[in-house]
């Protein structure tokens, strides 16, 4: 990618301007209704659900005020973004909410602008179907001539957008319910000509249109996020979650994972040079339809930065090189970058950064050609020359190995393998055992990698077959060369894959969260995330802390590297010391950064020649922790391996029974991983 990309991309939020009292809504609504009325009654409708929202810095603003507006500008041209696009609401020549548009222009802002015809009836039901109309659209007789004298004083302001030969770009959100649209679309560009305009760009919204109809009178489309993106075309579009943790019995709304479209992102196929990405920061319009709401959970400033990221990158390889944010202000549809009182200015800021980091050049080299990367802690030594001699005999494709030990570096044999390219000792003491000097090390490692494996010098002293339960932990993540290659292969092939734990180690957070809770939740805090009851109560962390992983999925775990005092002495605790909350963090932030945590068995469907990249994104969904549906059903722990726990024999028996049973199971496993 071109380091020209961020700026070659001209970046256009989408702009509602309904926050002011109009006659329509007085007489619809009551008199001075605004939509600040809508977003003031949102009520959470299950744990955690943020409302109502709630302004920050801006406040519930008029948009009557210059002022507002001068404000709203220059945070939108310092986060990088080059152009509002107001919804134009005509309706046979009259305009309601046309006076912020005409503020924006009186000021002389100097800022780029464009107009989206939102060519719905409007209505009480706030969805554009017939009920409850407040004002009709009509296109009747002469309609595009008439459309057309009014909108062309704003195309000709020296301020409006226009693509690269002087053609004014005109917005229609729904161009398939204008009678005949392919006539009035040439009617318009004649009268562009006239008015001395080189022409018109037309471009559809494609949330209700047919992606293949590009000859009905549109030069093109701009996704339109919740309804319908590109990758959402071709991959399938998943339905909502079939189970929402602590929802009102009352409430019917309907709630959408949001880690969708980064998972969409991180798959589409190269659209077609006339789609144009849009990036959503949320949608959540519980303000205006409460408890029949559409709401898209787990949104967060860090995966809209990612997906601003991907969308930046796709949008540079259009026809007019724009992207398309939904929205800078629609408030009561939670679609907005404006700062609020939860997450303050992390979403304009998260943008930002997004388009910022789509700059960076890539390495030229794909996933397929880079070395994968192996972490070990050593702290015993005669363990190390165990995993020592399996590395050199089952990884057979090129690879760095990074050491971290408290003991002298040469006392650190060198793995007698053709396939490594790169070998380093980092000297550190035990403090955080593998965790500190595994976080340290990730964090400057300057080597370029995708995919790492995490491995350590396990031994669990306190445990009678602690040799063994390591020997299990290796067995599963690298005891062939056929397995290393099948994990390789769906890290390749399923980039959304963000760890892959030995079966039977990706288990339940809140039944192991242990004295860990307070200081997990510190260390997700750091990091803007809080720990919730649903993490605790469908929430999975690595057992063991060996697994693989793709390097971006643990970013924002390496945070700001502890200090050697955080992790106190070291006295062979059991639990509750900051290396058992770092082991319970990795798999949850993860998650909650939009990468999937897959046991061992599980990733071997995402190989090569298995699932892959066109997976719809529904089975992919289906593996967030917080899903329900038959795999999400699956629990596991460390003692028992994969369960299926019974609807009703699972309130049945007694925890101390189910222990029993474990125990039993895990036994057998351990002897059959001896017996090997």
């Given amino acids: 990618m071109a380091a020209t990309t961020a700026r070659s991309v001209r970046n256009i939020a989408i702009y509602l301007p309904q926050f002011h009292p109009v006659p329509v809504n007085d007489q619809a609504w009551g008199k001075g209704f605004t939509e600040w009325d809508n977003v003031r009654r949102g009520e959470p409708q299950f744990p955690g659900h943020h409302q109502p929202r709630v302004p920050a810095d801006f406040g519930y603003y008029d948009l009557r005020s210059p002022d507002v507006m001068a404000s709203q500008t220059a945070a939108a041209r310092r986060a990088g973004i080059d152009a509002f696009c107001f919804y134009y609401y005509w309706f046979d020549g009259e305009m309601p909410l046309i006076g912020p548009v005409r503020t924006f222009l009186d000021q002389r802002f100097e800022f780029g602008f464009t107009l989206c015809f939102a060519n719905e009836n409007w209505t009480k039901r706030w969805d554009g179907l017939d009920d409850e109309v407040i004002l009709a659209q009509s296109y009747g007789e002469g309609f595009a001539d008439r459309f057309w004298a009014d909108i062309v004083p704003f195309l000709q302001h020296e301020d409006y957008l226009r693509d690269e030969t002087g053609k004014p770009i005109v917005l229609i959100y729904r161009p398939s319910i204008i009678p005949d649209f392919e006539q009035v679309s040439m009617r318009w560009r004649e009268l562009a000509v006239q008015d001395g305009l080189p022409g018109l760009t037309t471009i559809a919204g494609l949330g209700f249109e047919d992606p293949g109809n590009l000859t009905g009178g549109t030069d093109g489309f701009y996704e339109f996020p919740p309804l319908r993106t590109w990758a959402h075309t071709k991959i399938g579009k998943p339905g909502p979650k079939q189970h929402v943790f602590g929802q009102a019995p009352q409430s019917n709304c309907t709630v959408h994972d949001y880690r969708q479209y980064l998972l969409c992102e991180r798959l589409a196929d190269p659209q077609p040079d006339n789609i144009y990405p849009c990036v959503m920061p949320g949608w959540d319009n519980t303000a205006r339809r409460r408890s029949g709401a559409n709401i898209f959970d787990d949104s967060h400033p860090l995966l809209f930065r990612q997906w601003c990221e991907y969308a930046t990158r796709r949008a540079s390889e259009t026809r007019h090189q724009l992207l398309f944010i939904n929205a800078w202000n629609e408030w009561a549809e939670g679609a907005y970058l404006e700062p609020d009182t939860r997450y303050g200015w992390a979403h304009l800021n998260a943008f930002a950064h997004g388009v910022s980091r789509a700059a960076t050049p890539s390495t030229g080299r794909s996933v397929d050609e880079r070395p994968i990367a192996v972490f070990v802690h050593v702290f015993y030594l005669d363990v190390w020359q165990e995993i020592r001699t399996l590395l050199s005999q089952v990884l057979q494709r090129p690879f760095h190995l990074i050491v971290t030990t408290p003991h002298a570096a040469k006392a650190i044999e060198t793995p007698d393998s053709p396939h490594l390219q790169h070998f380093q000792v980092i000297v550190c003491s035990n403090t955080g055992r593998d965790w500190k000097p595994f976080l340290q090390a990730l964090k400057t490692c300057a080597l370029a990698f995708e995919i790492g494996l995490k491995l350590h010098t396990k031994k669990s002293t306190h445990k009678d077959n602690g040799d063994i339960w390591r020997k299990l932990l290796l067995d599963g993540l690298c005891g062939s060369a056929t397995k290393i290659e099948r994990y390789i292969g769906a890290l390749q092939a399923q980039p959304n894959i963000g760890l892959i734990a030995p079966d039977g180690h990706l288990i339940p957070l809140g039944e192991f969260i ?26 999975r962390f690595v057992a063991g802390s060996m697994f693989w992983f ?37 798999a949850p932030l993860a998650e909650k950064t939009g990468f999937l945590c897959l046991t061992a068995s ?39 391996g994969p369960v299926r726990r019974h609807p009703l024999l699972g309130w049945i028996y007694p925890d101390f029974i189910r222990k029993r049973i474990r125990e039993f199971y895990y036994r057998i496993q351990l002897r059959l991983t001896k017996s090997r």
Avoid: C
């Fill in 514 to 539: 242990g004295s860990n809770r307070d200081t997990l939740a510190a260390l997700l805090r750091e990091r803007g995330f809080e720990l919730t009851d649903r993490d605790l109560a469908q929430g």
């Fill in 550 to 586: 793709q390097k971006d999925a643990l970013a924002h775990a390496v945070g700001t590297e502890p200090a050697e005092e955080d992790f106190g002495e070291e006295l062979g605790q059991l639990d509750g010391t900051l290396a058992h909350a770092y082991e319970r963090l990795v």
């Fill in 602 to 640: 599980q990733a071997a469907r995402f190989g090569k020649n298995g699932f892959n990249s066109r997976t719809g994104l529904e089975a992919l969904l289906a593996f967030f922790s917080g899903a329900r549906n038959a795999d999400a059903r699956v629990t596991t722990d460390i003692s028992f």
